[in-house]
């Protein structure tokens, strides 16, 4: 690395570092319902959204209805996005006449975007209408991203309040979410990207002949605005196929830098919402050195492994499929942010990564999208870990665990641990039949332990709700439409209800009085043993798998032998 590469990623960590306090207090006052900067121009709208659909958010909801609200408004905005596909060719705003998507397809991408995954297994500048991007994908990445906002928010309060069934109101928090916090940064945002040169217009494609006299058609339609929504909301796929490689999408160093730097920024800043709402700064802070030490060090194993010399190729720091216009370290950062914060967006592929780096990627993804992960879906993941966590400590002392002073008992460790294996037993049991029937199989670009990575990539990226792709598989057929939407659903709603079910017993549980024998989570301690418990869980029930693909391939490249 370069002494100005090093420089840059010092500056990006820093940076948010920086904005995590500011934007957290801030997301603090909207979702505690206090007067902040936005409310003299966006509580009118609040209070005339509240009226005209019928909504007391003064009136809480307890787990079961919370999560029941939750789930009907998921399924109608599938239902939605998936008839939005099917009927789009007798639709309006559709000035290429594209016409309807094949059902299977339809199916996956409606089930991606809902699940704020935004896996993608189609071109989109050439599937889908401009009014199926904003209507139906657009408005996904908003709602998807707020959807895992609220999530986090009902199990904040669940930990922080006591002796109640309430957990707040699910469609005050959407509201709130998207409202006060979601819409103003990708305003901004999108302003900045097109003032950098990303399209934002309703034209028809442009046919440009090339220097050498070839055509080639140039993808028009409103790109910015989805792609600011798409990165803060850590939703990640979109307008364009090759996502943030595209010139029409991330034209310039800032635009690079920005995209990159908003996977991370809402997500790292509710860890201190979080410590705010429950009383104690220090417990955000412990959750997010914790997201940041994991980030870090992974970072760098995945730096020292791309900028090593290649024994196949005689050559160190290759710049196959990387990012030609930003470089190796940029295109390595973004790999990391992307599969740490479960965000699909790409700007180089993965698959061209070295074998450890390439690896490391996918550990981010199997770890459970808890290193930063998605837009409160992330801190949710991680606060899963919290209480095993603490469950283990609890187990080492003698004593019955406790958190935040409530005590941590069968049930909660019960939906912790399911928390954890349906979305294991999901990646696993779907990566074992990909990988031994012919239709699974044969959609692989490569044979060997870097085909079985494009399979094991596919179904983690899938049920982490990450989105972005390995490259090499082509997942765009009924069987791998099929069993990687089923997969999105596990990965999102089987971690979402156990969730809410913790939510719900923690709220009604009395806090105790802090003792002696009370075992601290606000302290350095307790960051590493939560980092301990996280890669031991990963390590544990996900090393077979990546001995079996990039494990091994590591060892073959560094014997000199290539696939």
Known sequence: MTPLEFAQVFFYFGLLVICTPLLGGYMKQVFDGERNLLSPLFRPIEELIYR?????????????????????????????????????????????????????????????????????????????????????????????????????????RGLARRSTAELGNFWADLVRAILYVLLPLALILAIILVSQGVVQNFNTNVTATTLTGETQVLPQGPAASQIAIKQLGT?????????????????????????????????????????RMVGSARQGW?????????????????????YATNPV?????????????????????????????????VNAMHSSFSPLAGGVALLNILLGEVIFGGVGAGLYGMLVFVILTVFIAG??????????????????????????????????????????????????????????????????????????????????????????????????????????????????????PRTAGTFPTDQPLFVGLLIAVVLVVGGLTFFPALSLGPIVEQFLMSAGRGL
């Open 52 to 156: 005209l659909s019928g909504v007391h958010p003064e009136l809480g909801q307890n787990w079961r209805q919370y999560t029941l609200a939750l789930l009907i408004f998921n399924v109608l905005g599938f239902l939605v996005l998936f008839l939005l596909q099917l009927l789009q060719g007798r639709l309006p705003l559709n000035p290429e006449k594209l016409s309807g998507v094949e059902p299977f397809l339809a199916f996956n991408t409606a089930t991606s975007f809902m699940t704020n995954t935004n896996w993608q297994a189609y071109a989109g500048e050439t599937t889908l209408s401009q009014l199926s991007q904003m209507l139906g994908l657009g408005a996904q990445n908003f709602l998807s991203a707020a959807t895992g906002i609220a999530v986090v928010l009902a199990l904040t």
């Open 235 to 275: 939703n990640g796929g979109g307008f364009f196929n090759t996502n943030s490689s595209h010139p029409f999408e991330n034209p310039t160093p800032l635009s690079n830098f920005l995209e990159m730097f908003s996977i991370l920024l809402i997500s790292a800043s509710l860890t201190n919402t979080y410590g």
């Open 286 to 306: 412990v959750i997010f050195a914790a997201m940041l030490i994991l980030m870090i060090g992974l970072l760098s194993i995945m730096f020292v492994s791309e």
């Open 313 to 345: 190729m005689g050559v160190a720091g290759t710049m196959e499929g990387k990012e030609t216009r930003f470089g190796i370290a940029n295109s390595i950062l973004w790999g990391s942010a992307t599969t740490s914060a479960s965000n699909g967006s």
């Open 395 to 512: 187990l080492m002392v003698g004593r019955t665990p406790e958190y935040l002073g409530k005590k941590i008992e069968a049930h909660e460790v019960k939906m912790a641990t399911l928390a954890v294996l349906l979305p294991a037993a999901s990646i696993l049991l779907f990566t074992g039949l990909a990988s031994i029937v012919d239709s699974g199989l044969s959609s692989r670009l490569n044979a060997g332990p870097h085909g079985f990575s494009e399979i094991l990539y596919a179904y983690a990226s899938a049920t982490g709700n990450n989105g972005s792709g390995f490259a090499g598989l082509n997942a765009n057929t009924p069987f791998y439409n099929l069993t990687l939407g089923l997969a999105l659903w596990l990965g999102r709603f089987g971690v979402i209800i156990p969730v809410m079910a913790i939510a719900g017993s923690m709220a009604g549980k009395a806090i105790a």
